[in-house]
C-alpha cells in the first residue's frame, strides 16, 4: 500500500527500529504461535476440484523467498529503478512462462523527474548570512518536481494561512519568487498548482511542528506527476527561520532531475475466455525503498503469482475436469504503486484511450478488478473492501457489483468460521483508478501501518479463540514500510486463508453465467465522460498528502 508512513522521524529512527524489531520478534514468537497454525487446517475432506484446494502456504513461501533473495541481491530493496524491481519483474515472467499458456505482455511507462541527480542544494540568505542546507536532513525533494538552477539568491514570499485558497496567493505578490507555504489543510499537490498558477520560480512546504514527528522534512512527498516547478519539502525549523527574516529572505534551489523510463506492469492473460469480458485480477510488484517489501507487497505479488499459476493449471490439464471460465482472467502486476499508483493508472489511462480499438485492450472489455496489496501481515486482520466507503465521487454504475463483491467475501469467511473487518475503498491502492472509471471492484488485504483496537482483538478472539486475536493497540504490520518486512514478516495462517479466499471469489465469479448481469443489472456505460477520467487518481481524496 502507498501510504504517508514512507516517511520516518530521523531522530527517531534507531528508536523506532529497535522498537520495531522487538515487536516484530514478540509478534511472531507469541501471536503467530498461538494462532491457529496451517498444520491445524491442512487435514480437509475430499472436496471437488476446486481452485481453492489448490492453494498452500508452503507454495506462497517458496515464492516469497525468492523475492527476498531478490530485494537481498538489491541492497534489500525492490522499488523501482533498482535491480530488485527488475529482478521481480524476470522472475514473475518466467514463472508464468514456464509454467502456463498464460499470454505474457510487458507495458512499460515513464516516471517522470523521478531519478535525483548529484547533491541538490538549498542555500539560504537572511539579513546577509548564508547558509547550505543538508539534503535530506534539513530538507527533500517533493517528487516529480522539475529541476532548479538558480545561478543567484530569489528573494522569498512568504503565503499567509496555508495557501490552499486564491486570497493566500492574491495578498502577495510571489510571481518569480520562491514562496514558503506551511503544511495542512490541502494536499501539497494543490499547494503546488496554487504556486505555479501565481507564476512562482520555486516552493518550499514547511512541516508545521505540531507533534514530535511533524520538524523534520518528509520524505518521499509526491507533486502532480505534470509540476512545472521545483518544490523541495523543509522542516519546521527552517522555515520558520526563513519566514522570520522576510522579507530578508532569500533562497538558492538547485537539483537535477531525469525520467526514470522502463517501469513496467506484466499482464498474464487466459487464452480460454470472452476477451470482451475480462476479469482483472491485480497486485502490485514494487516495494518501497526502505525495505525488503516481503508483506507490502510481496505478499500480494505471489498471492497473484500462486493464483495464475494454479488457474492455468487447471485449465490446461486435460485429465482435468476442471471447467475453463466463461471470461478471460487477466492477471497483472502493476509497478511504481508506492509512488501513487502509477502502473495502474498508466494502464486505465492507456485502455480508455479513444484511439485504443483492439478487442480486449479497451477499458469497456473489463468487467471487474480485484486488487490483493499486503495479504500476510503478522498482526492481521481480514479486511474485505467494503462497498459502503467508496468515496462520493465514484461512478454510480460501479456501486451495484461492488457491493456484491464485498459480500461474496464476507459470505466465504463466514462459511469458514473466520472473522472478518472492514477495509476501505476510500483510496491508497492500486483499484483506484479502476473504481473511477466505473467498474466494479473488491479484494481483501491485512492491513498496514494502521492500529488494531481492543475490540477487534476481541472479536477475532471470540471466534478464533481466547489468545489468538492478536495484539491490541498495535500495527497490523509493525514493519510497514520498513527494512524489517523480511520474509519472517508475515503470517502464514492470514496469508493462505486469504489467498483460499482471492481463489474462491474468482472462481465463484468465473462460473457465473452471466457475470456482466451480475455486477450491472442496469448495464453499464461503456464511455466514462471525460470529466471522470481526471478522477483516475484524484489526489484531492489522498489523506496520505496532506
Ligand atoms: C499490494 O498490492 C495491492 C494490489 O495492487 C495493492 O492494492 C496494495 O496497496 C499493495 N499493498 C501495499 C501495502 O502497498
Ligand atoms: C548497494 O549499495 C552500495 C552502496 O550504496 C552501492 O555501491 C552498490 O552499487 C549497491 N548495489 C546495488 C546492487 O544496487
Ligand atoms: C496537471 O495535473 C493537475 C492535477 O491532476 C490537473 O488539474 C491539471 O489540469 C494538469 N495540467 C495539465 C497542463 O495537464
Ligand atoms: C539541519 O540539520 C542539522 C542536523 O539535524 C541540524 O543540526 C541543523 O540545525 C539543521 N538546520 C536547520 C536550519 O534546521
Ligand atoms: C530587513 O532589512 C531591513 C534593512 O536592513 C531592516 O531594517 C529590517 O529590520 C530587516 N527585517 C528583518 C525581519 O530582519
Ligand atoms: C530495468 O529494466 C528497464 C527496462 O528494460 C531498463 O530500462 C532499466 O535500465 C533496468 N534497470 C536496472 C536498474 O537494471
Ligand atoms: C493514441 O492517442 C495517444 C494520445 O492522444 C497518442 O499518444 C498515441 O500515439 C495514439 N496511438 C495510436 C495507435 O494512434
Ligand atoms: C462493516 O460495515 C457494515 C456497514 O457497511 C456494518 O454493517 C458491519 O457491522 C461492519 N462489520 C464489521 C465486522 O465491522
Ligand atoms: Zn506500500
Redesign the pocket.
Given at each position: 500500500m502507498a501510504d504517508k508512513s514512507t516517511y520516518i522521524l530521523f531522530a527517531l529512527l534507531f528508536l523506532f527500529t529497535i522498537t520495531a524489531t522487538i515487536l516484530t520478534a514478540v509478534l511472531l514468537g507469541i501471536v503467530v504461535n498461538r494462532l491457529p497454525s496451517n498444520n491445524a487446517t491442512l487435514v480437509e475432506p475430499d472436496l471437488p476440484l476446486s481452485l481453492v484446494n489448490q492453494i498452500n502456504i508452503k507454495d506462497l513461501l517458496k515464492h516469497l523467498q525468492q523475492l527476498q533473495v531478490i530485494a537481498d541481491r538489491s541492497n534489500g530493496t525492490r522499488a523501482i529503478t533498482t535491480i530488485g524491481f527488475n529482478g521481480t519483474l524476470d522472475y514473475i515472467t518466467s514463472q508464468l512462462e514456464q509454467n502456463t499458456n498464460l499470454i505474457v505482455q510487458r507495458q512499460y511507462f515513464t516516471v517522470r523527474n523521478y531519478i535525483i541527480r548529484g547533491n541538490p542544494q538549498l542555500q539560504s540568505q537572511i539579513n546577509g548570512v548564508t547558509l547550505h542546507h543538508t539534503y535530506i536532513t534539513n530538507f527533500t525533494q517533493i517528487l516529480y518536481s522539475s529541476r532548479a538552477d538558480f545561478d543567484s539568491f530569489v528573494p522569498l514570499v512568504p503565503i499567509p494561512n496555508v495557501g490552499c485558497q486564491d486570497s493566500d496567493w492574491t495578498s502577495v505578490s510571489a510571481e518569480n519568487a520562491v514562496a514558503l507555504v506551511k503544511r495542512g489543510d490541502c494536499t501539497y499537490p494543490e499547494k503546488s498548482l496554487f504556486a505555479q498558477k501565481y507564476r512562482v520560480k520555486g516552493l518550499l512546504i514547511y512541516n508545521d511542528g505540531t507533534a514530535s514527528d511533524r520538524f523534520l522534512p518528509i520524505q518521499n512527498v509526491r507533486n502532480n506527476l505534470n509540476t512545472t516547478i521545483p518544490a523541495f519539502f523543509i522542516s519546521y525549523n527552517l522555515g520558520i527561520q526563513l519566514l522570520n527574516g522576510a522579507p530578508n529572505s532569500s533562497v538558492k534551489m538547485n537539483i537535477d532531475v531525469s525520467d526514470a523510463d522502463g517501469i513496467g506492469n506484466i499482464c498474464a492473460d487466459t487464452p480460454t475466455g470472452e476477451k470482451t469480458q475480462t476479469i482483472v485480477v491485480g497486485s502490485h510488484s514494487d516495494g518501497v525503498p526502505a525495505g525488503s517489501g516481503i508483506n507490502d507487497n510481496g505478499s500480494g505479488t505471489v498471492g497473484n503469482l500462486i493464483l495464475a499459476l494454479n488457474l492455468a493449471r487447471l485449465f490446461q490439464t486435460s485429465s482435468s475436469s476442471y471447467p475453463t471460465y466463461a471470461y478471460r482472467v487477466r492477471f497483472c502486476w502493476w509497478g511504481a504503486e508506492e509512488l501513487g499508483l502509477l502502473g495502474a493508472r498508466h494502464h486505465v489511462d492507456q485502455a480508455l484511450l479513444t484511439n485504443v480499438t483492439t478487442v480486449g485492450e479497451r477499458l469497456q472489455d473489463y468487467l471487474l478488478n480485484l486488487n490483493y496489496d499486503m495479504l500476510a501481515g503478522p498482526n492481521y486482520r481480514f479486511g474485505i473492501h467494503?462497498r459502503?466507503t467508496v468515496p462520493s465521487t465514484t461512478p454510480e454504475q460501479a456501486l451495484h457489483g461492488t457491493e456484491k463483491i464485498t459480500n461474496l467475501f464476507r459470505q466465504w469467511f463466514n462459511e469458514q468460521n473466520l472473522p472478518?473487518?472492514?477495509s476501505s475503498l476510500g483510496g491508497g491502492s492500486d483499484y483506484v483508478p479502476f473504481l473511477a472509471a466505473g467498474l466494479a471492484v473488491g479484494g481483501v488485504n491485512t492491513g498496514a501501518g494502521g492500529i488494531k483496537p481492543a475490540s477487534e482483538r476481541d472479536q477475532y478472539a471470540a471466534v478464533l479463540g481466547i489468545g489468538n486475536g492478536g495484539l491490541a493497540n498495535a500495527a497490523y504490520d509493525p514493519c510497514y514500510h520498513q527494512q524489517c518486512d523480511r520474509i519472517t514478516n508475515i503470517n502464514p495462517f492470514a496469508y493462505e486463508k486469504v489467498v483460499k479466499a482471492a481463489a474462491h471469489a474468482l472462481e465463484y465469479m468465473g462460473r457465473l453465467n452471466n457475470l456482466q448481469e451480475w455486477l450491472y443489472p442496469n448495464g453499464r456505460q461503456i464511455n466514462i465522460p471525460l470529466i471522470n477520467r481526471n478522477q483516475l487518481y484524484d489526489f484531492r481524496n489522498d489523506p496520505d498528502l496532506i
Amino acid at each position: 500500500m502507498a501510504d504517508k508512513s514512507t516517511y520516518i522521524l530521523f531522530a527517531l529512527l534507531f528508536l523506532f527500529t529497535i522498537t520495531a524489531t522487538i515487536l516484530t520478534a514478540v509478534l511472531l514468537g507469541i501471536v503467530v504461535n498461538r494462532l491457529p497454525s496451517n498444520n491445524a487446517t491442512l487435514v480437509e475432506p475430499d472436496l471437488p476440484l476446486s481452485l481453492v484446494n489448490q492453494i498452500n502456504i508452503k507454495d506462497l513461501l517458496k515464492h516469497l523467498q525468492q523475492l527476498q533473495v531478490i530485494a537481498d541481491r538489491s541492497n534489500g530493496t525492490r522499488a523501482i529503478t533498482t535491480i530488485g524491481f527488475n529482478g521481480t519483474l524476470d522472475y514473475i515472467t518466467s514463472q508464468l512462462e514456464q509454467n502456463t499458456n498464460l499470454i505474457v505482455q510487458r507495458q512499460y511507462f515513464t516516471v517522470r523527474n523521478y531519478i535525483i541527480r548529484g547533491n541538490p542544494q538549498l542555500q539560504s540568505q537572511i539579513n546577509g548570512v548564508t547558509l547550505h542546507h543538508t539534503y535530506i536532513t534539513n530538507f527533500t525533494q517533493i517528487l516529480y518536481s522539475s529541476r532548479a538552477d538558480f545561478d543567484s539568491f530569489v528573494p522569498l514570499v512568504p503565503i499567509p494561512n496555508v495557501g490552499c485558497q486564491d486570497s493566500d496567493w492574491t495578498s502577495v505578490s510571489a510571481e518569480n519568487a520562491v514562496a514558503l507555504v506551511k503544511r495542512g489543510d490541502c494536499t501539497y499537490p494543490e499547494k503546488s498548482l496554487f504556486a505555479q498558477k501565481y507564476r512562482v520560480k520555486g516552493l518550499l512546504i514547511y512541516n508545521d511542528g505540531t507533534a514530535s514527528d511533524r520538524f523534520l522534512p518528509i520524505q518521499n512527498v509526491r507533486n502532480n506527476l505534470n509540476t512545472t516547478i521545483p518544490a523541495f519539502f523543509i522542516s519546521y525549523n527552517l522555515g520558520i527561520q526563513l519566514l522570520n527574516g522576510a522579507p530578508n529572505s532569500s533562497v538558492k534551489m538547485n537539483i537535477d532531475v531525469s525520467d526514470a523510463d522502463g517501469i513496467g506492469n506484466i499482464c498474464a492473460d487466459t487464452p480460454t475466455g470472452e476477451k470482451t469480458q475480462t476479469i482483472v485480477v491485480g497486485s502490485h510488484s514494487d516495494g518501497v525503498p526502505a525495505g525488503s517489501g516481503i508483506n507490502d507487497n510481496g505478499s500480494g505479488t505471489v498471492g497473484n503469482l500462486i493464483l495464475a499459476l494454479n488457474l492455468a493449471r487447471l485449465f490446461q490439464t486435460s485429465s482435468s475436469s476442471y471447467p475453463t471460465y466463461a471470461y478471460r482472467v487477466r492477471f497483472c502486476w502493476w509497478g511504481a504503486e508506492e509512488l501513487g499508483l502509477l502502473g495502474a493508472r498508466h494502464h486505465v489511462d492507456q485502455a480508455l484511450l479513444t484511439n485504443v480499438t483492439t478487442v480486449g485492450e479497451r477499458l469497456q472489455d473489463y468487467l471487474l478488478n480485484l486488487n490483493y496489496d499486503m495479504l500476510a501481515g503478522p498482526n492481521y486482520r481480514f479486511g474485505i473492501h467494503d462497498r459502503a466507503t467508496v468515496p462520493s465521487t465514484t461512478p454510480e454504475q460501479a456501486l451495484h457489483g461492488t457491493e456484491k463483491i464485498t459480500n461474496l467475501f464476507r459470505q466465504w469467511f463466514n462459511e469458514q468460521n473466520l472473522p472478518w473487518s472492514n477495509s476501505s475503498l476510500g483510496g491508497g491502492s492500486d483499484y483506484v483508478p479502476f473504481l473511477a472509471a466505473g467498474l466494479a471492484v473488491g479484494g481483501v488485504n491485512t492491513g498496514a501501518g494502521g492500529i488494531k483496537p481492543a475490540s477487534e482483538r476481541d472479536q477475532y478472539a471470540a471466534v478464533l479463540g481466547i489468545g489468538n486475536g492478536g495484539l491490541a493497540n498495535a500495527a497490523y504490520d509493525p514493519c510497514y514500510h520498513q527494512q524489517c518486512d523480511r520474509i519472517t514478516n508475515i503470517n502464514p495462517f492470514a496469508y493462505e486463508k486469504v489467498v483460499k479466499a482471492a481463489a474462491h471469489a474468482l472462481e465463484y465469479m468465473g462460473r457465473l453465467n452471466n457475470l456482466q448481469e451480475w455486477l450491472y443489472p442496469n448495464g453499464r456505460q461503456i464511455n466514462i465522460p471525460l470529466i471522470n477520467r481526471n478522477q483516475l487518481y484524484d489526489f484531492r481524496n489522498d489523506p496520505d498528502l496532506i
